[in-house]
């Protein structure tokens, strides 16, 4: 079955702390991306990947970091140096005009 | 500067009827929109685009109108059934920025709509 996952589905984190969320992919898409979302408020980029060992801020990076060693695997730090970390965490791939697809998202909570 | 407004946050409606969620834009760069719906705690799901050299699109009840002049495109649900109640975002794109910039979406702020049976 192709798709996207990412885990965990909640997380919780003490303020100051990193944390690392994961994302896989299984549709053999080139381009990969992490969005997030606060409530009332539509998606947000932060970063994205076109490629392989490639990656580029989007428009909300700052505390964020992210890495793309395999195709399939693009996971997103959130450093202590984010100011509200607390949100839902969504990562997408997309491969052609087609359209971008998303995975079930992260909540992740900050105390 | 939100560039993809959606100036209503929800919209409700009878079963049947049709619902009509409205989206607008400033960049005039953009020229690929699509509409995402989304249950809460779950990831979007991609309902239907439009190209900006195309003014309508269908699929099935869906339906999307691009007025670029007046930089407004709408969703068109009929009929609308109870099954359609979720938050229901406007997204656009550079495609003609090239490269593989597929993904870098911006979005409306959503509406949320309701059906009523």
């Known amino acids: 079955d192709g798709g996207i996952t990412q885990s965990p589905k909640y997380l919780f984190r003490k303020e100051g702390q990193n944390v690392t969320l994961s994302c896989e992919q299984n549709l053999n898409h080139d381009a990969m991306y992490w969005y997030r979302q606060d409530p009332g408020q539509g998606l947000r980029l932060i970063y994205y990947?076109?490629?392989?060992?490639?990656?580029q801020k989007g428009d909300i990076a700052e505390g964020y970091s992210v890495s793309r060693e395999k195709k399939e695997s693009f996971p997103l730090t959130v450093t202590s140096a984010q100011k509200n970390p607390t949100a839902f965490y969504l990562c997408?791939?997309?491969?052609?005009?087609?359209?971008?697809?998303f995975g079930p998202g992260t909540r992740l909570t900050v105390l | 500067d939100q560039q993809v407004k959606q100036n209503s946050p929800s919209l409700s409606v009878q079963e049947g009827r049709i619902s009509i969620l409205n989206c607008d834009y400033t960049?005039?760069?953009?020229?690929?929109f699509l509409w995402y719906k989304k249950y809460p705690a779950e990831g979007p799901t991609f309902l239907i685009s439009i190209s900006s050299i195309k003014d309508k699109n269908e699929d099935g009840r869906f339906t999307v109108f691009l007025n670029k002049s007046a930089k407004h495109l709408s969703l068109h649900i009929v009929p609308s059934q109870p099954g359609d109640s979720a938050v229901y975002f406007c997204a656009a794109s550079e495609r003609g920025a090239g490269g593989t910039s597929y993904g870098k979406l911006t979005f409306g702020q959503g509406t949320i709509l309701t059906v009523h049976p």
């Open positions: 990947s076109q490629i392989v060992n490639d990656f």
């Open positions: 997408a791939s997309s491969k052609s005009f087609d359209g971008i697809f």
């Open positions: 960049n005039s760069m953009f020229d690929y």
